[in-house]
Each structure stands twice: as C-alpha cells, then as structure tokens.
C-alpha cells in the first residue's frame, strides 16, 4: 500500500459513511420530534396519499356525528311538539264524548264545549306555525317538502278542491287506482342502481271505504306510495300526501316532496291526467314553493350519503279537527279525532323509529373513526420504540464515524516520517 496526500481515500470512504449515518439521524431525529413517520411526501409517496385519504374520511365522519346529532335533536323537538298535540286532541276527544251525552247535556252545555274546542284548535295551529328547530320549521308541513303541488284543476273525478261534507273523497278513490312516479330528467338513480327517469315506479293503492275521510285517502295513498317507493331502493318518504279540512269542509289535496320526482295518474280514475313536477314550476298543477328544506341529514363522509326526515303538516284543518262542531254532531266529531290521534300517533312513531336510526348511526360512525385513525396511524405515525432503535443505532455510528475520520486524517501525517 502506498502513501499518498493528494487523495485520503480512507478519509473520503469514513466522509462517504459519516453522511449517510448523519442525514439518517437526522431523520429519525424529526420523526421522533414530530411523532409522524411521514414528514414529507419523499418519506413515503404512496403511504402520504392513503393517509390523506384516510384523514379526509376520518375528518367527514366526526362532522358526520355531528349532523346526525343534529337530527337527534330535530327528532327530539317535532316529536316533543307532537306529544303536546296528543294531549290536545285528547282533551278534544273528551269534550265531545261529553258533548255525545245528549240525555243530560243541555245545549248551553254543549256550546261551551265547542268554544273550548275552538280554542284547542287554535292552539293546534299555532303549534303547528311556531314549533321550530332554530329559523326552520318543523310542524308547518315544510319540512322535508322543499316543494308542494295543490291540486286545483276543475276536471271532474280529480284530486282538486273537494266542497262540502258530503264528499270528503273523490268518487274515484272509492274503488282502486294506481299511479305512476317517475324522475324528471332521468339520470338520477336510486341507491340500488335503478333509474326512474326510463323506470317509472306504480304505485296501487286499494280501494277506500264509502265513508272515507280526507285523511283517511291521504294516508292510504301514503302508505302505497312509501312501500313502492322502498321496493325501488329508496327511504320511501320522498313523496307524501296531505289533505287539509277547512272549517267550511271543503277539502284541499297536495303532494309535496323533496326530490326531482314527477307523479302522473296510472288509471285516469282519480289523478285524471295531473302531473306533478316537483322541481319545475312550470308543471301543471301549478306548484307553490313552500320554503322548506329537504329535511335531508349528511351521515356520512361522502356524497349523497343521507338520512332524509319528512315531516307532515300539524294544524287543525290537516287532522281534520277544524270543521268539528260540538253542537251538531259530537259523535262523528269523536270518530275523527280518533283518526287524528292515530295520525299524530304514527307521526310520533315515526320520529322515534328515525331516532333511533339515528343513535346507531352516531355509533356506527364513531366505531370507523376509531378503525379509520387506528389505519391513519399505522401508516403516518412513528413507531417511538422501533424509531429509537434506529436513532441510537446512527447515534453510535455517528459518534465512531467522527472518530475513524479523525484516525484517516491523522494517517496522512505519517508522510512526514519519510520527510524527516
């Protein structure tokens, strides 16, 4: 081996390790500093982008919980709203079954009650205006229905404006009728894949009893509308019906929803050629705009991943109650406020039965955020101890680097021996 001073070899190679071992310490100390595996997108490329991912789904699941938190509160408001509308309704329900007992009820009697039931009416309404989840109602009939279409052509045999008491329902809903929906524009699909716009949904409905009430057709035809509406992938409350009962009797139909639906008659026996666009106002019907919001709850980290909330109008002419009239007939007047009960009954049900839901939907997304940060962790966090393992190991070849370098210096000064 010769010696040479223009070029220290053993130098440069103990350089060439000391680097490498250096810039490795350096990264073991940033990662244990900052207790992230990946810094920068030159530490892991395609760790950095799962881990992104998986942070943008973590991040939209806790602002998941929090939204359907929100609609555990709606729930909670209308179905609290509604628990003091069944006590109302059974006040009026004993009131007229007082006022049905003719043999000791005089009429002065009977007047009395029927001003009291004036007066529990009025406060149905104004439940119904006012009950509210901040600026957004909820018992006006608004929410979840962003559009309501009233059926107002004189056509004979429609579901438009019925007057008088003598026929609650059209003459076509006393045998059966189907109609049809469908999606305006097509292209939308359900979440099974279906698309309506070249699928139209029928929807029957059975036949109504003779002495049918308005209620008792809208909630028929709700019925059939909810299951046709769930056999093609959907909630089943997109669309919903509602009849409203002046206190002069005549009878109001509408249909209101949220979604881009047209609903078409199937038969001609009822609907008679109405269509109903719930997007264009340009449809026929004319559509009135009501306001609302789509009652639609984002549960989820992606799109259109939603729980949607409808929830019917609660007023006196929409149960029925604001014709009743204690002095003339108390005992069709109870067989309606039975009817009422009922609906207000299912309406609070059906709150619950979303509640729940709800509840273990907040459990649901609590459970894949754990998993979804536990995944989230394993790739971007420091593994501290096996980190620390790597740090003591360039920490010890820093230290002998340092000092070979120094002993490859100092070789070169053996030339000077020869120099002597």
């Known amino acids: 081996m010769g010696l040479r001073i223009n070029q220290n070899i053993a130098a440069q190679n103990a350089y060439r390790n000391l680097s490498v071992t250096d810039s490795q310490m350096s990264k073991s100390l940033e990662k244990l500093s900052s207790g992230f595996r990946i810094n920068r997108a030159a530490d892991d490329a395609a ?36 628990n003091e509308t069944t006590a109302i309704l059974q006040r009026m329900r004993d009131l007229s079954v007082q006022a049905a007992n003719s043999g000791a009820t005089d009429t002065a009697a009977s007047e009395a009650a029927n001003k009291e039931m004036g007066q529990l009416n009025a406060e149905l309404d104004r439940i119904g205006k006012s009950t509210s989840f901040g600026k957004q109602n909820l018992l006006d009939g608004s929410f979840g229905n962003t559009v309501k279409t009233k059926f107002t052509n004189a056509a004979t045999n429609t579901l438009d404006a019925v007057a008088g008491a003598a026929a609650p329902v059209p003459g076509g809903a006393n045998s059966p009728f189907t109609f049809t929906i469908s999606q305006v ?6 979440p099974t894949g279906q698309d309506l716009g070249t699928t139209p949904i029928t929807v029957s409905v059975d036949a109504l009893a003779t002495d049918a009430t308005a209620q008792d057709l809208a909630k028929a035809v709700n019925n059939a509308t909810e299951k046709a509406l769930k056999a093609a992938g959907y909630q089943g409350n997109e669309i919903t019906m509602s009849a409203k009962v002046d206190a002069q009797n005549n009878t109001t139909y509408s249909m209101a929803g949220s979604g881009n639906f047209a609903v078409a008659d199937g038969t001609g026996a009822v609907l008679a050629g109405a269509k109903i666009d719930l997007t264009s106002t340009a449809a026929t019907p004319t559509l009135d705009k009501t306001g609302g919001n789509s009652g639609k709850f984002q549960v989820g980290a992606n ?35 039975d009817k009422a009960l009922s609906s207000v009954t ?60 120094s002993q490859a210096n100092q070789s070169a000064q053996n030339v000077l021996s020869l120099l002597r």
């Open 303 to 337: 799109a259109n991943q939603k729980i949607g909330i409808s929830i019917g109008g609660v007023d006196s002419q929409t149960l029925g109650t604001a014709a009743l009239d204690l002095t003339k007939d108390p005992d069709a007047a109870i067989k309606i406020i």
């Open 185 to 190: 524009g097509g292209g939308t699909k359900t």
């Open 47 to 82: 760790g950095l982008s799962i881990s992104e991912g998986l942070r943008s789904q973590v991040g939209g699941l806790k602002v998941a919980v929090r939204n359907t938190q929100d609609g555990v509160s709606v729930a909670q408001t209308a179905e609290g709203a509604l």
């Open 346 to 405: 299912d309406s609070r049900a059906t709150l619950g039965a979303v509640q729940n839901r709800f509840e273990h939907t907040i459990n649901n997304l609590n459970v894949a955020v754990e998993n979804l940060s536990a995944s989230e962790s394993r790739i971007r966090d420091t593994d501290m101890a096996q980190e620390m393992v790597s740090f003591t190991r360039s920490q010890i070849l820093t230290q002998a680097g340092t000092s070979m370098l």
